[in-house]
C-alpha cells in the first residue's frame, strides 16, 4: 500500500500565528512532596526553606507562591545543606565530596536558583593520593561562620578545612589536622592513636573566633583560630552524636550513641570539666543513639530539649521519634517514616536573651511535619505546601475546572471541621513575595486512594492546598475502625508518644480503594467507584446527620450461563444508622455484581442517573428512584480473564502461558505457511521493492510508511472491559427528534448507544427512565474504545448537565446535524449522527506505533484576543507525547515531548484539564503540572529581596537556569523528555494518516480549524467500513 499527498508550498502564515497564539508547551510547578529527600536547611533571615533529595534536585520554598527548583549536574545525594543567612545563597554538599554554591538571582523583575561555584576538597598535602585512601577528606560537617564569609569543613580524618566564601577558596594556612590538635591535648584525654571523625562544629555563640570541635570517639575541644590552641577539653566516655551550644554560651549539650545526653560547662580555665548532667530519658535499659540534639532558651520557663532518637532498643528500637521537653511536660512525636533532619524556628537577634522558639519543622522520609511551640499541647501546623499526596497510595485523578463559589466556600469549611485540633498559628516559613496573579477561576483535584478516600486539593494556584478529606471505609465492615484516627497513648504509658504526620501507606483492605470519580460541581453531587464494584454516590451535607444507607446490587452477568466468578468477595456494608460529619455524606450503594474493578463511570444530574461499567458489562442506575434502568453484558464466551479480578494470584502465570502458546502455534503455522525463495509470490514481492526504490515524481511528496493496522482478534482476553461511558443529548432515532442517550464503549472496539426515556420533572414520581438500545458500533480494528463525545451542529462539545439551566453556558446548536467522535487506541473517527456515517478519520497509530492512552477537551484562548479562542482534543500517547487536534476536522496542530515512554506509571497517571493545562505523577507523591495554552499557565512568579552586602556573582552553570521568565527547572527524578526549540511542534499530517470521506467535503477553507479535508490520494482503497446495526426505527 502506498499513499501520495500533495501539499501546498508552505504553511499559511496566518495560522501558524494563531497557533502561536493559542498553544504553548511549559512544564511549570511541581505539586506534592519530594521523592526520597535527603536534607534539609532553614535561612531565619529570609525566612526560607529548602529540601533536596537523593536524585540531586533542590527546592527552595518561603511564603506560599515561593517556590525555587535546581538540579546537580551530577546525579547524587545531597547529603547536607546550610543557607548564607540573608544572602539568598546556598551550600550543598553531595556524596561525591563536592559542594555547591547556589545563587538566588533576578532577570525580568523574577527571581530565580542558580548554581555559581563548584568546590572538591583536595587531598592531604604532602602525601601522594594513590596512598592516602578517599575517606580521609571526606567531608562529614560544615558549619557556615555567622559572618557568611567562612566555611569550616570537618572530614572523617579528623580535619578541619576553611573555605572562603564566595569564592570557594581553600584556606590552607587555617587548616586544622589531628596532628596540631594532639599535641595540645594531655595524653589521658587521648581516645587512641585518633580522635576519629569530626561529628559536629558549634561556632561560638559570643565569640565567632570560638570554634567547638566534636570528635566521634567521644573527645570536644574549644578551639581558638587567632591563637591556634586548644582552650577547653571535654571528655565522655561514649561515641559523640551532636553538639548543641546553650544561648548564652556558658554551657552546650552533647548527644551520644548510648541514648544520653549531657550538658557541660563552659569556663576559661584549662581544666577537667565535668558534666553538669548526664541524663538518659528513656533509660535504663539500652537506648539508640541520640542522632541530634537542640538547645532553646525560653523566658516562658524551662529551656526547650529538643532531640531525635533515643528510644529503648529492645521496645521500641524500630520508631522513628523526636522527643520535645520543657521542664516537666514532654512528648514523643511518633513519625510513621525516618527521620531526616529538623529545625527550630527561633529568634535570632543577638540582642535577645531567650531563644523564644515559636516552631519546629521536621523533614521525615514520607513528609513534613510542623509543630507549633508556642501554643500548649504542641499541636501541629498544616503546610500550605508539600502535602504528602500518597498519604495513602493514589490510585486515580480527577480534575474539575470553575468551582462555583458556594460549593468551594462548603468545602474549605468542611475540611476545617475536620481538623479542629490543629494550630491556626501562621506558617513561619513566609520569606519572598509571591507575584503571580490571584486565580481567576477556582480548581479542584480529586485523588482517589488505596484505603478508600477521596482528597480534595486546591489546585488554582502553585501550591497545591490539601481542602477536605473523604472517606469511605466507614460505611463497610472492615477490620479497622475508619471512625478514629491515630490511637493516642494512656497518660500512664511511657514514653509519651504522639502519632504526627497523616502518612499511612497500609491499606486495611485492598478492595476499598478508588478506581473512578465523578463530580457535578453545580448540584454538589458526587459518585465514587471502587476496585470491589461498589458505586457509591454522595451528596453535600454542612450538617452532621445520621442515615442508614440503601443498597441495590446490579447483575452485570444477567444470568449468563459458564461463568463462575473467582476473585475476590464484595465488601459488606454496614446495617443500622450510620454517623456521618459535615462533607460528602453517602446516600445510596450500588454494588456490581461480579464485584469486579469500576473501570467506568458517568453522571448526568439533571436526569438523576448514574453509570458504571466493569470488565463484564455496564449499568445505568436511577438514583432519584433508587431502582436500576439498565444491565448490559459485554462479555464474550472467551474472556475468562474476566472472571478472575484484579486480585486474583493465578491471574498473571494464566496470562502468560496462554500468550506463551499463542506465539508457538503462530509461529508454526507461520513457518508452515513461509513461500520458497523461488516462489511466484517472492518474485512479485522482489520486483515491488525494486519499484519502491525507484525516484518518483518530483512533485509528489511521499508520506512516511504507514504500519499496518491489524484488526484485533475478538476472543481476546478482557474484551469486555467497559473502557468509557457518556451521556449525551442528541439525535440518535432521526434529525429532528433528541434525546437523552448513553454511550459505552469496550476494550472490544463495540459501542453501545442507548436511548433513554428520562420523565420530566413533573411525573419523576409517576414513571421510571427506560433504555432503549439504539445503535450498535463495531469498529473493524477492534481497538480498545478510549473515549466518545458528542459534537453539536457548530462542532463543539455538549455542555456539562446543568450548566446551560443556570445560564453558565450557551445553549448547544440543535438545528444542524449532530456528530459522535469516537477515539480508539489506534485512530480517531468522526461520524454523522443519527445516521453513523463516516465523516472524518485520523490513524495515529500508522506512525511510530503510537496508541492513546490519554484523552482530554480543550479550550483554549487567545493571548491576543479575549473574544477569540478554540475547542480542541489533546491525546497522550503511550510514548509520552502530546497530540493537539482541532474538532471536528481532526486536523493535527502540535506535538509536544512530555513524559519519557519508559515510564508507564507517569503516562497511565496523567488528567488534562478543561482550560489546557495537566497533571501527572513522576514519583508516587508528585505531581508534574504543564500547560499547553499561550494564556491559562499556573507557574511561579516570585521574588526575593537579599541583603544589599551580597556581591553578585557570574554563573558557571547554565543547566538550572530558566531565563524564560519561568522559575521552573528539570527535576533528576522527573519523567520528562528534553524538548529542542529547534524541534517544529507545529504538525502537517505528518504524525498520522489522516483519511476524508466525500460527504465531508465542503467549502471551508482548509486552514480553518473546522476544516475536515486534505488533499490525498490514496490508491489502495484502504477504507475501514464499521458494522453499525441500527435497532431504532425512524420515528
Same mark, same amino acid.
Given at each position: 500500500?502506498?499513499?501520495?499527498?500533495?501539499?501546498?508550498?508552505?504553511?499559511?502564515?496566518?495560522?501558524?500565528?494563531?497557533?502561536?497564539?493559542?498553544?504553548?508547551?511549559?512544564?511549570? $510547578?511541581?505539586?506534592?512532596?519530594?521523592? +526520597?529527600?535527603?536534607?534539609?536547611?532553614?535561612?531565619?533571615?529570609?525566612?526560607?526553606?529548602?529540601?533536596?533529595?537523593?536524585?540531586?534536585?533542590?527546592?527552595?520554598?518561603?511564603?506560599?507562591?515561593?517556590?525555587?527548583?535546581?538540579?546537580?549536574?551530577?546525579?547524587?545525594?545531597?547529603?547536607?545543606?546550610?543557607?548564607?543567612?540573608?544572602?539568598?545563597?546556598?551550600?550543598?554538599?553531595?556524596?561525591?565530596?563536592?559542594?555547591?554554591?547556589?545563587?538566588?538571582?533576578?532577570?525580568?523583575?523574577?527571581?530565580?536558583?542558580?548554581?555559581?561555584?563548584?568546590?572538591?576538597?583536595?587531598?592531604?598535602?604532602?602525601?601522594?593520593?594513590?596512598?592516602?585512601?578517599?575517606?580521609?577528606?571526606?567531608?562529614?560537617?560544615?558549619?557556615?561562620?555567622?559572618?557568611?564569609?567562612?566555611?569550616?569543613?570537618?572530614?572523617?580524618?579528623?580535619?578541619?578545612?576553611?573555605?572562603?566564601?564566595?569564592?570557594?577558596?581553600?584556606?590552607?594556612?587555617?587548616?586544622?589536622?589531628?596532628?596540631?590538635?594532639?599535641?595540645?591535648?594531655?595524653?589521658?584525654?587521648? %581516645?587512641?592513636? *585518633?580522635?576519629?571523625?569530626?561529628?559536629?562544629?558549634?561556632?561560638?555563640?559570643?565569640?565567632?573566633? @570560638?570554634?567547638?570541635?566534636?570528635?566521634?570517639?567521644?573527645?570536644?575541644?574549644?578551639?581558638?583560630?587567632?591563637?591556634?590552641?586548644?582552650?577547653?577539653?571535654?571528655?565522655?566516655?561514649?561515641?559523640?552524636?551532636?553538639?548543641?551550644?546553650?544561648?548564652?554560651?556558658?554551657?552546650?549539650?552533647?548527644?551520644?550513641?548510648?541514648?544520653?545526653?549531657?550538658?557541660?560547662?563552659?569556663?576559661?580555665?584549662?581544666?577537667?570539666?565535668?558534666?553538669?548532667?548526664?541524663?538518659?530519658?528513656?533509660?535504663?535499659?539500652?537506648?539508640?543513639?541520640?542522632?541530634?540534639?537542640?538547645?532553646?532558651?525560653?523566658?516562658?520557663?524551662?529551656?526547650?530539649?529538643?532531640?531525635?532518637?533515643?528510644?529503648?532498643?529492645?521496645?521500641?528500637?524500630?520508631?522513628?521519634?523526636?522527643?520535645?521537653?520543657?521542664?516537666? *511536660?514532654?512528648?514523643?512525636?511518633?513519625?510513621?517514616?525516618?527521620?531526616?533532619?529538623?529545625?527550630?524556628?527561633?529568634?535570632?537577634?543577638?540582642?535577645?536573651?531567650?531563644?523564644?522558639?515559636?516552631?519546629?519543622?521536621?523533614?521525615?522520609?514520607?513528609?513534613?511535619?510542623?509543630?507549633?511551640?508556642?501554643?500548649?499541647?504542641?499541636?501541629?501546623?498544616?503546610?500550605?505546601?508539600?502535602?504528602?499526596?500518597?498519604? !495513602?497510595?493514589?490510585?486515580?485523578?480527577?480534575?474539575?475546572?470553575?468551582?462555583?463559589?458556594?460549593?468551594?466556600?462548603?468545602?474549605?469549611?468542611?475540611?476545617?471541621?475536620?481538623?479542629?485540633?490543629?494550630?491556626?498559628?501562621?506558617?513561619?516559613?513566609?520569606?519572598?513575595?509571591?507575584?503571580?496573579?490571584?486565580?481567576?477561576?477556582?480548581?479542584?483535584?480529586?485523588?482517589?486512594?488505596?484505603?478508600?478516600?477521596?482528597?480534595?486539593?486546591?489546585?488554582?494556584? $502553585?501550591?497545591?492546598?490539601?481542602?477536605?478529606?473523604?472517606?469511605?471505609?466507614?460505611?463497610?465492615?472492615?477490620?479497622?475502625?475508619?471512625?478514629?484516627?491515630?490511637?493516642?497513648?494512656?497518660?500512664?504509658?511511657?514514653?509519651?508518644?504522639?502519632?504526627?504526620?497523616?502518612?499511612?501507606?497500609?491499606?486495611?483492605?485492598?478492595?476499598?480503594?478508588? +478506581?473512578?470519580?465523578?463530580?457535578?460541581?453545580?448540584?454538589?453531587?458526587?459518585?465514587?467507584?471502587?476496585?470491589?464494584?461498589?458505586?457509591?454516590?454522595?451528596?453535600?451535607?454542612?450538617?452532621?446527620?445520621?442515615?442508614?444507607?440503601?443498597?441495590?446490587?446490579?447483575?452485570?452477568?444477567?444470568?449468563?450461563?459458564?461463568?463462575?466468578?473467582?476473585?475476590?468477595?464484595?465488601?459488606?456494608?454496614?446495617?443500622?444508622?450510620?454517623?456521618?460529619?459535615?462533607?460528602?455524606?453517602?446516600?445510596?450503594? /450500588?454494588?456490581?455484581?461480579?464485584?469486579?474493578?469500576?473501570?467506568?463511570?458517568?453522571?448526568?444530574?439533571?436526569?438523576?442517573?448514574?453509570?458504571?461499567?466493569?470488565?463484564?458489562?455496564?449499568?445505568?442506575?436511577?438514583?432519584?428512584? +433508587?431502582?436500576?434502568?439498565?444491565?448490559?453484558?459485554?462479555?464474550?464466551?472467551?474472556?475468562?480473564?474476566?472472571?478472575?479480578?484484579?486480585?486474583?494470584?493465578?491471574?498473571?502465570?494464566?496470562?502468560?502461558?496462554? =500468550?506463551?502458546?499463542?506465539?508457538?502455534?503462530?509461529?508454526?503455522? !507461520?513457518?508452515? #505457511?513461509?513461500?520458497?525463495?523461488?516462489?511466484?509470490?517472492? #518474485?512479485?514481492?522482489?520486483?515491488?521493492?525494486?519499484?519502491?526504490? +525507484?525516484?518518483?515524481?518530483?512533485?509528489?511528496?511521499?508520506?512516511?510508511?504507514?504500519?499496518?493496522?491489524?484488526?484485533?482478534?475478538?476472543?481476546?482476553?478482557?474484551?469486555?472491559?467497559?473502557?468509557?461511558?457518556?451521556?449525551?443529548?442528541?439525535?440518535?432515532?432521526?434529525?429532528?427528534?433528541?434525546?437523552?442517550?448513553?454511550?459505552?464503549?469496550?476494550?472490544?472496539? !463495540?459501542?453501545?448507544?442507548?436511548?433513554?426515556?428520562?420523565?420530566?420533572?413533573?411525573?419523576?414520581?409517576?414513571?421510571?427512565?427506560?433504555?432503549?438500545?439504539?445503535?450498535?458500533? =463495531?469498529?473493524?480494528? @477492534?481497538?480498545?474504545?478510549?473515549?466518545?463525545?458528542?459534537?453539536?451542529?457548530?462542532?463543539?462539545?455538549?455542555?456539562?448537565?446543568?450548566?446551560?439551566?443556570?445560564?453558565?453556558?450557551?445553549?448547544?446548536?440543535?438545528?444542524?446535524?449532530?456528530?459522535?467522535?469516537?477515539?480508539?487506541?489506534?485512530?480517531?473517527?468522526?461520524?454523522?449522527?443519527?445516521?453513523?456515517?463516516?465523516?472524518?478519520?485520523?490513524?495515529?497509530?500508522?506512525?511510530?506505533?503510537? @496508541? /492513546?492512552?490519554?484523552?482530554?477537551?480543550?479550550?483554549?484562548?487567545?493571548?491576543?484576543?479575549?473574544?477569540?479562542?478554540?475547542? %480542541?482534543?489533546?491525546?497522550?500517547?503511550?510514548?509520552?507525547?502530546?497530540?493537539?487536534?482541532?474538532?471536528?476536522?481532526?486536523?493535527?496542530?502540535?506535538?509536544?515531548?512530555?513524559?519519557?515512554?519508559?515510564?508507564?506509571?507517569?503516562?497511565?497517571? %496523567?488528567?488534562?484539564?478543561?482550560?489546557?493545562?495537566?497533571?501527572?505523577?513522576?514519583?508516587?507523591?508528585?505531581?508534574?503540572?504543564?500547560?499547553?495554552?499561550?494564556?491559562?499557565?499556573?507557574?511561579?512568579?516570585?521574588?526575593?529581596?537579599?541583603?544589599?552586602?551580597?556581591?553578585?556573582?557570574?554563573?558557571?552553570?547554565?543547566?538550572?537556569?530558566?531565563?524564560?521568565?519561568?522559575?521552573?527547572?528539570?527535576?533528576?527524578?522527573?519523567?520528562?523528555?528534553?524538548?529542542?526549540?529547534?524541534?517544529?511542534? !507545529?504538525?502537517?499530517?505528518?504524525?498520522?494518516?489522516?483519511?476524508?470521506?466525500?460527504?465531508?467535503?465542503?467549502?471551508?477553507?482548509?486552514?480553518?480549524?473546522?476544516?475536515?479535508?486534505?488533499?490525498?490520494?490514496?490508491?489502495?482503497?484502504?477504507?475501514?467500513?464499521?458494522?453499525?446495526?441500527?435497532?431504532?426505527?425512524? %420515528?
Amino acid at each position: 500500500m502506498m499513499k501520495f499527498r500533495f501539499r501546498r508550498p508552505g504553511n499559511d502564515p496566518q495560522r501558524e500565528k494563531l497557533k502561536l497564539e493559542l498553544f504553548a508547551f511549559n512544564k511549570t $510547578v511541581e505539586h506534592g512532596f519530594p521523592n +526520597q529527600p535527603s536534607s534539609l536547611a532553614h535561612d531565619p533571615k529570609l525566612r526560607l526553606m529548602a529540601i533536596a533529595t537523593k536524585s540531586g534536585a533542590l527546592k527552595i520554598y518561603g511564603v506560599p507562591g515561593v517556590e525555587f527548583t535546581g538540579l546537580h549536574k551530577e546525579t547524587g545525594t545531597v547529603t547536607q545543606m546550610h543557607f548564607l543567612p540573608g544572602q539568598g545563597r546556598l551550600l550543598s554538599l553531595l556524596d561525591d565530596n563536592t559542594i555547591h554554591l547556589w545563587e538566588i538571582n533576578q532577570k525580568n523583575s523574577y527571581s530565580f536558583l542558580d548554581e555559581v561555584r563548584t568546590f572538591r576538597l583536595p587531598g592531604r598535602p604532602g602525601f601522594d593520593g594513590a596512598n592516602v585512601p578517599p575517606s580521609i577528606t571526606r567531608i562529614t560537617v560544615i558549619m557556615l561562620r555567622s559572618c557568611s564569609k567562612l566555611a569550616c569543613l570537618g572530614t572523617e580524618g579528623g580535619g578541619v578545612y576553611f573555605l572562603d566564601l564566595p569564592s570557594m577558596q581553600l584556606l590552607d594556612d587555617r587548616t586544622l589536622l589531628q596532628d596540631e590538635v594532639l599535641q595540645g591535648v594531655p595524653d589521658d584525654y587521648k %581516645c587512641g592513636k *585518633a580522635l576519629g571523625p569530626v561529628e559536629s562544629l558549634q561556632e561560638h555563640p559570643a565569640d565567632p573566633d @570560638r570554634i567547638l570541635i566534636g570528635y566521634s570517639r567521644g573527645l570536644v575541644l574549644l578551639w581558638g583560630q587567632s591563637t591556634r590552641q586548644v582552650e577547653n577539653l571535654f571528655l565522655s566516655n561514649q561515641q559523640l552524636e551532636s553538639l548543641s551550644w546553650e544561648r548564652s554560651s556558658k554551657t552546650f549539650v552533647s548527644s551520644h550513641s548510648d541514648g544520653s545526653y549531657m550538658v557541660w560547662p563552659v569556663n576559661n580555665a584549662k581544666s577537667k570539666n565535668q558534666p553538669i548532667t548526664s541524663s538518659i530519658p528513656y533509660g535504663p535499659f539500652p537506648c539508640k543513639a541520640i542522632n541530634k540534639i537542640l538547645w532553646r532558651t525560653s523566658e516562658t520557663g524551662s529551656p526547650f530539649i529538643i532531640f531525635n532518637g533515643g528510644m529503648p532498643r529492645a521496645s521500641y528500637g524500630d520508631r522513628h521519634c523526636i522527643t520535645i521537653m520543657q521542664g516537666k *511536660a514532654q512528648v514523643t512525636l511518633d513519625f510513621t517514616s525516618r527521620v531526616i533532619d529538623f529545625f527550630t524556628v527561633h529568634n535570632i537577634d543577638p540582642d535577645q536573651e531567650y531563644d523564644n522558639p515559636r516552631a519546629l519543622l521536621v523533614l521525615v522520609e514520607e513528609e513534613l511535619v510542623a509543630v507549633d511551640l508556642q501554643t500548649p499541647g504542641w499541636p501541629t501546623i498544616t503546610p500550605p505546601y508539600l502535602a504528602p499526596l500518597h498519604s !495513602s497510595a493514589i490510585t486515580c485523578s480527577y480534575h474539575i475546572s470553575n468551582i462555583p463559589a458556594k460549593l468551594w466556600e462548603r468545602i474549605i469549611s468542611a475540611g476545617k471541621q475536620q481538623n479542629p485540633q490543629l494550630s491556626t498559628v501562621e506558617w513561619p516559613i513566609n520569606g519572598g513575595k509571591n507575584l503571580a496573579p490571584e486565580p481567576v477561576h477556582n480548581g479542584l483535584l480529586l485523588t482517589g486512594h488505596e484505603d478508600g478516600t477521596v482528597r480534595f486539593w486546591d489546585a488554582s494556584g $502553585v501550591s497545591l492546598k490539601p481542602l477536605y478529606k473523604l472517606a469511605t471505609a466507614n460505611i463497610f465492615q472492615t477490620d479497622a475502625d475508619h471512625n478514629e484516627g491515630f490511637p493516642q497513648c494512656g497518660e500512664e504509658e511511657w514514653p509519651p508518644f504522639r502519632k504526627v504526620g497523616c502518612f499511612d501507606p497500609y491499606s486495611d483492605d485492598p478492595r476499598l480503594g478508588i +478506581q473512578k470519580i465523578s463530580l457535578c460541581k453545580y448540584s454538589s453531587r458526587l459518585v465514587v467507584a471502587g476496585t470491589a464494584g461498589q458505586v457509591i454516590v454522595m451528596e453535600f451535607n454542612d450538617e452532621k446527620l445520621e442515615r442508614k444507607i440503601s443498597l441495590s446490587t446490579v447483575d452485570l452477568l444477567q444470568d449468563r450461563e459458564g461463568f463462575t466468578w473467582k476473585g475476590h468477595d464484595r465488601l459488606s456494608p454496614k446495617g443500622g444508622l450510620i454517623s456521618f460529619v459535615g462533607g460528602f455524606q453517602p446516600s445510596f450503594l /450500588v454494588q456490581c455484581i461480579p464485584p469486579a474493578s469500576v473501570t467506568a463511570v458517568a453522571l448526568h444530574t439533571e436526569w438523576q442517573l448514574v453509570a458504571f461499567g466493569t470488565s463484564h458489562g455496564f449499568g445505568i442506575f436511577d438514583y432519584h428512584r +433508587q431502582q436500576p434502568v439498565l444491565a448490559r453484558c459485554t462479555l464474550h464466551p472467551n474472556d475468562s480473564l474476566a472472571m478472575e479480578g484484579p486480585l486474583s494470584r493465578v491471574k498473571s502465570l494464566k496470562k502468560s502461558l496462554r =500468550q506463551s502458546f499463542r506465539r508457538i502455534r503462530k509461529s508454526r503455522v !507461520s513457518g508452515k #505457511k513461509r513461500p520458497s525463495s523461488s516462489s511466484p509470490t517472492s #518474485k512479485v514481492q522482489e520486483a515491488n521493492a525494486k519499484l519502491a526504490e +525507484q525516484d518518483g515524481p518530483c512533485d509528489v511528496e511521499v508520506t512516511p510508511v504507514q504500519r499496518r493496522i491489524e484488526p484485533r482478534s475478538a476472543d481476546d482476553s478482557l474484551s469486555g472491559v467497559v473502557r468509557c461511558l457518556y451521556f449525551a443529548d442528541t439525535f440518535l432515532r432521526d434529525a429532528t427528534h433528541h434525546g437523552p442517550t448513553l454511550w459505552a464503549g469496550t476494550n472490544a472496539g !463495540s459501542v453501545y448507544a442507548y436511548a433513554l426515556e428520562v420523565p420530566s420533572r413533573e411525573k419523576w414520581t409517576e414513571r421510571s427512565t427506560e433504555a432503549v438500545l439504539g445503535k450498535e458500533i =463495531q469498529l473493524m480494528h @477492534r481497538a480498545p474504545v478510549v473515549s466518545i463525545a458528542v459534537l453539536d451542529g457548530r462542532g463543539n462539545p455538549l455542555p456539562e448537565p446543568l450548566e446551560v439551566s443556570r445560564d453558565l453556558a450557551k445553549a448547544p446548536e440543535m438545528q444542524g446535524s449532530h456528530s459522535v467522535l469516537i477515539i480508539s487506541e489506534e485512530q480517531f473517527k468522526v461520524f454523522t449522527l443519527p445516521r453513523v456515517s463516516a465523516k472524518t478519520k485520523f490513524k495515529l497509530t500508522a506512525h511510530e506505533g503510537s @496508541r /492513546v492512552r490519554k484523552l482530554g477537551l480543550m479550550n483554549f484562548p487567545s493571548v491576543a484576543s479575549d473574544e477569540y479562542s478554540e475547542n %480542541c482534543l489533546v491525546c497522550l500517547t503511550n510514548l509520552g507525547d502530546i497530540h493537539i487536534f482541532t474538532i471536528p476536522g481532526l486536523r493535527p496542530q502540535m506535538r509536544y515531548d512530555c513524559i519519557r515512554k519508559e515510564d508507564i506509571s507517569g503516562i497511565a497517571s %496523567c488528567v488534562f484539564t478543561r482550560t489546557g493545562q495537566g497533571f501527572y505523577l513522576i514519583s508516587p507523591s508528585e505531581f508534574e503540572r504543564f500547560s499547553l495554552s499561550t494564556r491559562n499557565i499556573t507557574e511561579p512568579r516570585c521574588v526575593v529581596a537579599w541583603e544589599s552586602t551580597r556581591e553578585p556573582l557570574s554563573s558557571v552553570s547554565s543547566l538550572c537556569n530558566n531565563l524564560q521568565g519561568s522559575p521552573k527547572v528539570n527535576r533528576a527524578n522527573g519523567t520528562h523528555k528534553i524538548q529542542n526549540k529547534d524541534e517544529s511542534n !507545529s504538525l502537517g499530517a505528518t504524525d498520522g494518516v489522516m483519511e476524508d470521506f466525500p460527504l465531508a467535503l465542503s467549502q471551508t477553507p482548509l486552514d480553518s480549524p473546522i476544516s475536515s479535508t486534505d488533499i490525498t490520494l490514496d490508491a489502495s482503497g484502504d477504507m475501514t467500513v464499521e458494522d453499525v446495526k441500527d435497532y431504532l426505527p425512524d %420515528c
